[in-house]
């Protein structure tokens, strides 16, 4: 039975990705931060499975990742944990730096120690390429990042490639545009626009306030895109791939679509402007060429920006409507 080790298993990624990986027949295990509060509402349905263990340990604490890597000698390590919100990253830069780009080195290290044979994935960001050098955006696309975010997901994808070269390690990344599901937090544009669309047509409230609607996004369907995390390690020789559909949209797009979808005519009476979510540096436009990752991988996307985004709505409508009953 293979082992496969997740940081980040209680986030959107990490628990469809334990789902995966435990239909294929994995002993896996979590790693989770020990809090006063614990969140295991995205992985509950999963949580009394067998073949999950839940283990505890933190990206800032080098001892605790060693020594559950040292426990468990993984064939397969997932580094999904981050500060993952954008806007965060703003007014918590120091904290951002030390869990997305040092705790990658963290990561990195106790793996070298302990398990070297094993096989690493870094999940890489299209946050990565900012204010954008080229359209759309490829493995050799230079960085230009945008956000305190955006430049410590550049150091980790960079000291993956470092190890890589370095100590003959199976690290790779990947440069995932963006994903969205109804596990996505309700602090992500996507899943704001869906849950406020779903409160405005129950009447829970009136409208929906957003920042800049023109930034344009690639928008996927995340359940496909851990998908492509395990393709990329399964692979016979380590690789970066850029994972996205290739179809850009912007907010403006997906707010007018949410309301389609919960039968609201005018996409802009539900709209307010709200200066304080717009961001300090602007990512106007990310579009990914992911032909290496279909070319290599044979991985495509399954679910269109039109699906995505219905799924998404009454996903919520159905749960602000559980909350009612």
């Known amino acids: 039975m293979k082992k496969a080790f997740i940081t980040g298993i209680t986030g959107q990624d990490g628990s469809y990705l334990a789902e995966l990986l435990l239909e294929k027949g994995y002993k896996v295990y979590g790693m989770t931060r020990r809090t006063s509060t614990e969140n295991f509402a995205r992985i509950e349905h999963i949580i009394h499975n067998e073949n999950l263990e839940l283990v505890s340990g933190d990206l800032a604490d080098q001892h605790s990742i060693t020594s559950a890597l040292n426990e468990i000698k993984p064939d397969e390590i997932y580094n999904l944990a981050a500060q993952s919100f954008v806007k965060a990253s703003w007014t918590q830069p ?165 309301c389609e979808v919960a039968g609201l005519a005018d996409w802009e009476e539900v709209y307010k402007h709200n200066p304080e979510y717009d961001r300090p540096a602007e990512v106007d436009l990310l579009i990914g060429d992911a032909s290496k990752a279909r070319r290599e991988l044979g991985w495509k996307p399954t679910v269109t920006f039109q699906e995505l985004v219905q799924l998404m709505v009454e996903a919520e409508i159905e749960k602000e409507q559980e909350r009612d009953s």
């Open 94 to 258: 120091v904290l951002t730096g030390e869990f997305t780009g040092l705790g990658v080195t963290r990561m990195l290290e106790a793996m070298k120690l302990v398990c070297p044979e094993a096989k690493f994935y870094q999940a890489s960001s299209s946050e990565m390429f900012g204010k954008v050098r080229e359209v759309p955006q490829n493995e050799d696309t230079p960085f230009y990042p945008r956000s305190p975010y955006g430049v410590a997901k550049a150091y980790g994808h960079w000291i993956t490639v470092n190890y890589r070269e370095s100590y003959d390690m199976f690290a790779v990344s990947g440069i995932l545009f963006n994903h969205e599901s109804p596990r996505r937090g309700l602090e992500f544009v996507t899943r704001k626009i869906a849950n406020g669309v779903a409160r405005v047509k129950l009447g829970k409230q009136k409208n929906v306030e957003l920042g800049n609607l023109d930034a344009k996004r690639d928008w996927g369907y995340a359940k496909d895109y851990v998908e492509a995390m395990w393709l990329i390690l399964q692979q016979e020789k380590p690789n970066d791939y850029v994972v996205a559909t290739g179809e850009t949209h912007s907010v403006r797009e997906f707010l007018q679509l949410a």
